[in-house]
């Protein structure tokens, strides 16, 4: 994939996108024909009533697959993305890294990818996987 240009990224903020890494991932979204919504749901979770908002939904006839893209994955994001795992058990989040194999912190062992993999969720690096892509269009 072809990296952002100035220009790209201007409009990309000007459309409410918070990162290039979002823009990228709306862009191809938006070029693959899938369903989708930004930042249009809230879900509650404890302690201490909080909110996180999926940056995408995917939408399919009988699916939704939330997604979360991360440039930083930072300690506190860890934590919330546990609780709302517990929580909503249900819902079907991955996450989308800019590195998947960065370092949760200096020095740490422990890569964003693996993490992911000992909490038991999906991810990819850079862009939504086509199989992702086939599995909300057949869902």
């Not at 930004?38 to 939330?66: A, C, M, N, Q, S």
């Amino acid at each position: 994939m072809r990296r952002t240009t100035k220009r790209q990224r201007y409009r990309g903020i000007q459309e409410g996108y918070r990162s290039g890494l979002e823009e990228r991932i709306a862009s191809q979204l938006k070029a693959s024909g899938v369903a989708y919504s930004y930042e249009k749901e809230r879900l509650k979770y404890i302690p201490v009533p909080k909110h996180y908002t999926p940056d995408f939904i995917l939408v399919g006839k009988d699916k939704k697959i939330y997604i979360e893209t991360k440039g930083r994955f930072l300690a506190k994001d860890r934590t919330k993305h546990i609780l709302v795992q517990e929580q909503y058990p249900d819902i079907d989040l991955r996450f989308i890294f800019s590195n998947s194999k960065q370092k949760l912190y200096k020095g740490s062992s422990t890569t964003y990818g693996r993490w992911c993999e000992k909490h038991g969720f999906v991810y990819a690096e850079r862009s939504v996987p086509d199989i992702w892509l086939r599995e909300i269009r057949k869902g």
